[in-house]
């Protein structure tokens, strides 16, 4: 079952483990950019910033569907697409907490809670991206 499978504002655990292996997934690939893209000194300086890169994301996937899941338990609003955007905003909260900036907070929060709400209208609207065009 995928994420969008799972019935939301149930099974929380379910939905944020799913949230948590894609977001490391991603940190992964992007740990490994980084350091293909600026060279480290040593090994263990390549396992550090691999690996802070990747658990930094996987905690962002983890917030983000305890968050949205929460939310939409609390709000007892489960298919609000606001419950994205909390979800996607706290991730980003906690993204400027790691980086001791209140700004990129600020930025994150609101773009990463806007990209998630707009994600879950196009999911419940069917908008598409690729492929031919619907007439």
Not at 105 to 134: D, H, N, Q, S, V
């Amino acid at each position: 079952m995928g994420y969008w499978d799972l019935e939301e504002g149930k099974d929380c655990v379910a939905k944020t483990w799913i949230t948590t292996k894609i977001a490391t997934a991603i940190g992964l690939v992007g740990s490994a950019y980084h350091i293909v893209a600026f060279p480290p000194e040593t090994a263990v300086e390549a396992l550090t910033r691999a690996t802070s890169g990747t658990v930094t994301m996987a905690a962002m996937g983890a917030i983000f569907g305890m968050a949205t899941c929460l939310s939409a338990q609390a709000r007892e609003a489960p298919d609000d697409p606001t419950n994205y955007f909390i979800g996607g905003c706290a991730s980003g909260i906690f993204l400027g907490a790691r980086t001791h900036s209140a700004i990129t907070g600020t930025t994150a929060c609101f773009g990463l809670g806007t990209l998630a709400m707009f994600t879950k209208i196009g999911k419940k609207e069917g908008w598409r991206l690729t492929g031919p065009p619907k007439l």
